[in-house]
């Protein structure tokens, strides 16, 4: 059984820079691809950007397009996502997700898609 433990959150400026990480408890041969969604209170939480763990594609939100990176490592067990020019809308939890979606998937920024989830991260901009 696969778990994710999210860090790299915390309080920033706008217009700065975090580095969020989630690593995975081993690499499973199922987990096609791994996804950055956010939620703030009262919202429905959203995709941000997905890694494809056979080739490294990724795929991203338009509203943090060329501002967010999303990268794995070599194990394809550990996944990052690299904010950058961080802006007050951006404020929220972050988790990691995998499991559940095939590559490309067309539902790889749907929530109920994925059937593993970290518990979170908060990333607060002012």
């Known amino acids: 059984h696969v778990q994710l433990v999210e860090s790299g959150g915390g309080s920033v400026q706008a217009g700065g820079s975090l580095r969020l990480s989630c690593e995975a408890s081993k690499y499973s041969y199922s987990n096609n691809g791994m996804a950055w969604f956010r939620q703030t209170p009262g919202k429905e939480r959203e995709g941000v950007a997905v890694?494809?763990?056979?080739?490294?594609?990724?795929h991203y939100a338009d509203s943090v397009k060329d501002r967010f990176t999303i990268s794995l490592d070599q194990s394809k067990t550990t996944v990052y996502l690299e904010m950058t020019n961080l802006q007050v809308e951006d404020t929220a939890m972050y988790f990691c997700?995998?499991?559940?979606?095939?590559?490309?998937?067309?539902?790889?920024?749907?929530?109920?898609?994925?059937?593993?989830w970290g518990q979170g991260t908060q990333v607060t901009v002012s």
């Open positions: 997700a995998t499991g559940g979606i095939s590559y490309n998937d067309y539902r790889s920024f749907r929530r109920r898609a994925y059937t593993i």
């Open positions: 890694v494809w763990t056979n080739d490294g594609s990724s």
